[in-house]
Protein backbone atom coordinates (compact mmCIF):
# COMPACT_ATOMS: atom_id res chain seq x y z
CA UNK A 1 0.00 0.00 0.00
CA UNK A 2 2.61 2.45 0.68
CA UNK A 3 3.74 2.76 -3.24
CA UNK A 4 -0.13 3.31 -3.87
CA UNK A 5 0.31 7.18 -4.35
CA UNK A 6 2.86 9.38 -5.60
CA UNK A 7 3.13 13.19 -5.01
CA UNK A 8 4.08 15.50 -7.62
CA UNK A 9 4.02 19.34 -6.50
CA UNK A 10 3.17 21.67 -9.04
CA UNK A 11 5.70 24.95 -8.94
CA UNK A 12 4.42 26.68 -12.02
CA UNK A 13 1.83 29.40 -10.59
CA UNK A 14 -1.71 28.70 -12.13
CA UNK A 15 -3.80 31.21 -13.38
CA UNK A 16 -6.61 31.55 -12.11
CA UNK A 17 -9.74 33.12 -13.12
CA UNK A 18 -12.69 34.21 -10.99
CA UNK A 19 -15.89 34.62 -12.33
CA UNK A 20 -17.03 37.83 -10.90
CA UNK A 21 -20.92 37.78 -10.31
CA UNK A 22 -21.26 41.81 -10.03
CA UNK A 23 -25.01 41.52 -10.70
CA UNK A 24 -25.30 39.18 -7.44
CA UNK A 25 -26.44 40.99 -4.27
CA UNK A 26 -29.65 42.32 -1.92
CA UNK A 27 -32.26 44.78 -2.59
CA UNK A 28 -34.46 46.42 -0.36
CA UNK A 29 -38.63 46.67 -0.03
CA UNK A 30 -38.28 49.63 2.88
CA UNK A 31 -40.94 51.81 4.64
CA UNK A 32 -41.28 54.26 6.63
CA UNK A 33 -36.93 54.22 6.47
CA UNK A 34 -36.62 50.64 8.03
CA UNK A 35 -36.25 47.46 5.24
CA UNK A 36 -39.15 45.49 5.06
CA UNK A 37 -38.30 42.73 2.96
CA UNK A 38 -35.10 41.65 0.93
CA UNK A 39 -34.83 40.48 -2.36
CA UNK A 40 -31.65 38.26 -2.99
CA UNK A 41 -30.27 37.80 -6.80
CA UNK A 42 -28.35 35.32 -7.53
CA UNK A 43 -26.92 35.28 -11.57
CA UNK A 44 -25.89 31.79 -12.60
CA UNK A 45 -27.36 29.51 -10.34
CA UNK A 46 -28.45 25.65 -11.82
CA UNK A 47 -30.57 22.80 -10.37
CA UNK A 48 -29.29 21.32 -6.98
CA UNK A 49 -27.55 24.50 -5.63
CA UNK A 50 -28.06 25.44 -2.46
CA UNK A 51 -29.42 28.59 -0.34
CA UNK A 52 -29.79 28.38 3.25
CA UNK A 53 -30.03 30.99 6.03
CA UNK A 54 -28.46 30.00 9.20
CA UNK A 55 -27.79 31.83 12.31
CA UNK A 56 -24.70 32.50 14.73
CA UNK A 57 -24.73 28.71 16.31
CA UNK A 58 -24.97 26.69 12.72
CA UNK A 59 -28.63 26.02 13.21
CA UNK A 60 -30.17 26.02 10.07
CA UNK A 61 -33.32 28.37 9.38
CA UNK A 62 -34.32 27.93 5.73
CA UNK A 63 -33.20 25.73 3.17
CA UNK A 64 -34.00 25.89 -0.52
CA UNK A 65 -32.43 23.95 -3.44
CA UNK A 66 -32.43 25.84 -6.71
CA UNK A 67 -34.40 24.31 -9.10
CA UNK A 68 -33.86 26.82 -12.12
CA UNK A 69 -31.15 27.77 -14.44
CA UNK A 70 -30.46 31.22 -15.08
CA UNK A 71 -31.09 34.19 -12.28
CA UNK A 72 -32.75 33.57 -8.85
CA UNK A 73 -35.17 36.33 -7.43
CA UNK A 74 -36.84 35.76 -4.44
CA UNK A 75 -38.17 38.41 -1.51
CA UNK A 76 -37.71 37.40 2.52
CA UNK A 77 -39.21 39.03 5.21
CA UNK A 78 -36.02 38.79 7.58
CA UNK A 79 -37.93 41.15 10.40
CA UNK A 80 -39.88 38.43 11.26
CA UNK A 81 -36.42 37.06 12.67
CA UNK A 82 -35.55 36.94 16.35
CA UNK A 83 -33.23 39.51 17.43
CA UNK A 84 -29.99 37.99 16.36
CA UNK A 85 -27.02 37.50 13.78
CA UNK A 86 -27.69 35.20 10.81
CA UNK A 87 -25.85 34.75 7.42
CA UNK A 88 -27.15 33.76 3.83
CA UNK A 89 -25.40 30.94 2.62
CA UNK A 90 -25.09 30.56 -1.34
CA UNK A 91 -23.69 26.85 -2.36
CA UNK A 92 -23.07 27.27 -5.88
CA UNK A 93 -20.46 25.15 -7.66
CA UNK A 94 -17.04 25.76 -6.61
CA UNK A 95 -17.76 28.67 -4.10
CA UNK A 96 -19.70 29.13 -0.79
CA UNK A 97 -20.45 32.49 -0.72
CA UNK A 98 -21.65 33.83 2.77
CA UNK A 99 -24.05 37.24 3.10
CA UNK A 100 -23.80 38.60 7.12
CA UNK A 101 -26.71 40.04 8.30
CA UNK A 102 -28.18 40.89 11.86
CA UNK A 103 -32.28 41.11 13.38
CA UNK A 104 -32.59 43.77 16.12
CA UNK A 105 -36.17 44.90 17.05
CA UNK A 106 -37.28 44.02 13.59
CA UNK A 107 -34.54 46.00 11.93
CA UNK A 108 -32.16 44.18 9.45
CA UNK A 109 -28.66 45.18 8.90
CA UNK A 110 -26.20 43.79 6.28
CA UNK A 111 -22.55 43.86 6.60
CA UNK A 112 -21.20 44.11 3.05
CA UNK A 113 -17.59 44.24 4.85
CA UNK A 114 -17.44 40.76 6.48
CA UNK A 115 -18.87 38.86 3.16
CA UNK A 116 -16.76 35.87 2.39
CA UNK A 117 -16.62 33.68 -0.15
CA UNK A 118 -15.21 29.90 0.23
CA UNK A 119 -13.31 28.42 -2.68
CA UNK A 120 -13.95 24.32 -3.13
CA UNK A 121 -11.09 22.15 -3.85
CA UNK A 122 -11.15 21.23 -7.66
CA UNK A 123 -10.19 17.77 -8.76
CA UNK A 124 -9.70 16.62 -12.54
CA UNK A 125 -8.47 13.24 -13.34
CA UNK A 126 -6.44 12.05 -15.99
CA UNK A 127 -5.49 8.52 -16.58
CA UNK A 128 -3.82 7.75 -12.93
CA UNK A 129 -2.92 11.31 -12.20
CA UNK A 130 -5.28 13.72 -9.64
CA UNK A 131 -4.93 17.46 -10.35
CA UNK A 132 -6.09 19.19 -6.99
CA UNK A 133 -6.77 23.11 -7.39
CA UNK A 134 -8.19 25.50 -4.95
CA UNK A 135 -7.87 29.35 -4.36
CA UNK A 136 -7.65 30.84 -0.91
CA UNK A 137 -7.59 34.25 -0.49
CA UNK A 138 -6.77 33.90 3.33
CA UNK A 139 -4.68 30.88 2.95
CA UNK A 140 -6.57 29.04 5.00
CA UNK A 141 -5.48 25.52 5.97
CA UNK A 142 -6.34 22.18 3.94
CA UNK A 143 -6.34 18.82 4.85
CA UNK A 144 -6.16 16.33 2.00
CA UNK A 145 -6.71 13.09 2.96
CA UNK A 146 -6.92 9.92 -0.25
CA UNK A 147 -8.57 6.44 0.86
CA UNK A 148 -8.51 3.20 -1.69
CA UNK A 149 -11.48 1.24 -1.80
CA UNK A 150 -10.87 -2.69 -0.60
CA UNK A 151 -12.37 -5.57 -1.52
CA UNK A 152 -14.75 -5.30 1.70
CA UNK A 153 -15.32 -1.97 0.32
CA UNK A 154 -13.68 -0.62 3.31
CA UNK A 155 -11.77 3.17 2.30
CA UNK A 156 -8.70 2.87 4.09
CA UNK A 157 -6.27 6.01 4.13
CA UNK A 158 -3.39 5.88 2.04
CA UNK A 159 -2.06 9.53 2.24
CA UNK A 160 -2.77 12.56 4.00
CA UNK A 161 -1.13 15.63 3.86
CA UNK A 162 -1.92 19.67 5.39
CA UNK A 163 -1.29 22.57 3.25
CA UNK A 164 -0.97 25.99 4.43
CA UNK A 165 -0.06 29.50 3.75
CA UNK A 166 -0.99 28.95 0.71
CA UNK A 167 -3.32 31.36 -1.98
CA UNK A 168 -3.31 29.09 -5.37
CA UNK A 169 -2.66 25.44 -4.59
CA UNK A 170 -1.91 23.01 -7.42
CA UNK A 171 -1.23 19.41 -6.86
CA UNK A 172 -0.67 16.27 -8.75
CA UNK A 173 -1.07 13.24 -6.97
CA UNK A 174 -0.26 9.92 -8.87
CA UNK A 175 -1.65 6.71 -8.37
CA UNK A 176 -0.26 3.64 -8.71
CA UNK A 177 -1.90 2.15 -12.12
CA UNK A 178 -2.25 -1.35 -11.21
CA UNK A 179 -4.54 -0.23 -8.10
CA UNK A 180 -7.79 0.12 -10.39
CA UNK A 181 -10.97 0.53 -8.18
CA UNK A 182 -12.34 3.36 -5.99
CA UNK A 183 -10.78 6.22 -4.14
CA UNK A 184 -12.19 9.04 -1.94
CA UNK A 185 -10.98 12.38 -1.73
CA UNK A 186 -11.78 14.30 1.72
CA UNK A 187 -10.87 17.82 1.86
CA UNK A 188 -11.12 19.97 5.56
CA UNK A 189 -10.88 23.33 5.65
CA UNK A 190 -12.69 26.32 7.00
CA UNK A 191 -14.71 24.38 9.18
CA UNK A 192 -16.10 22.52 6.21
CA UNK A 193 -15.62 18.96 4.65
CA UNK A 194 -15.70 18.21 0.78
CA UNK A 195 -15.73 14.73 -0.36
CA UNK A 196 -14.99 13.77 -4.10
CA UNK A 197 -15.69 9.85 -5.29
CA UNK A 198 -13.67 8.84 -8.17
CA UNK A 199 -12.86 5.71 -10.24
CA UNK A 200 -9.65 4.45 -11.87
Excluded: C, W
Excluded at 167 to 188: H, P
Aim: proline share 2%; glycine share 4%; hydrophobic share 40%.
Amino acid sequence: MKNLIRKTVLIVAMAVTLLGNANEGLSFVEKDGEIKKTVLKIDHVKPGQLLSIIDVNGLIIYKEHIKISGVYNKYFDLTALPDGYYFFEINKGVEIRKIPFSVNLNNVSFNKENESIIYKPIVRVKENSLFITRLSLQEEPLEIEVYYEDEYSNFNLIYSETVENTKILNRIYTLDAEEKGNYKLVFKSSDRLFVEKIKL
